[in-house]
């Protein structure tokens, strides 16, 4: 959805399903989006400049950092920002030439800050595998790997 900011002179609500586009994908670790709207209004203030409140909620999904499995992530951002503030902080939301704001691209720039790093859901993970296991700092140097056991007995005799 893009707003013509000139012709912006009244409070405007607004109403947007948000859809996974796949030529527009932004962040390659959403796989799909689920009800994601936003419902907001833009208005001028009274000292004349553009305000964009609203929440925007939904539902995404992502593979678990570890089985790759698929997994729902619901996410809610309420937003309250101005137009300077898009314009300093989301420039390519914003066609300067027509003065002409992308609500959808900016909504967009806003779901890839909400994506978690890493999400998993698993359990019974098995932390050993042939040839390797899950080391811990705790238990890290309990034992030495028997091809750097003539190392050891070097430094042995440096004491």
């Not at 964009?52 to 937003?79: Q, R």
Request: with cysteine; proline share 3%.
């Amino acid at each position: 959805m893009k707003i013509a900011l000139n012709e912006l002179n009244y409070k405007k609500e607004i109403e947007l399903n948000i859809p996974l586009e796949k030529d527009e994908e932004l962040d390659k670790r959403i796989k799909d989006l689920k009800n994601a709207t936003f419902k907001g209004k833009i208005y001028l203030d009274n000292n004349a400049n553009i305000q964009l409140e609203g929440v925007f909620a939904g539902e995404m999904e992502l593979e678990d950092s570890i089985t790759l499995e698929p997994l729902y992530y619901k996410f809610k951002i309420n937003l309250a920002t101005n137009y300077e503030e898009i314009k300093e902080n989301y420039p390519s939301c914003v066609d300067f030439s027509k003065n002409i704001l992308d609500l959808k691209h900016f909504l967009w720039q806003n779901i890839v800050l909400e994506v978690p790093i890493s999400m998993s859901l698993a359990k019974n993970i098995s932390l050993k595998g042939e040839g390797w296991k899950l080391q811990s700092g705790d238990n890290a140097n309990d034992e030495i790997d028997p091809r750097l056991k003539k190392l050891e007995d070097l430094l042995k005799g440096d004491d």
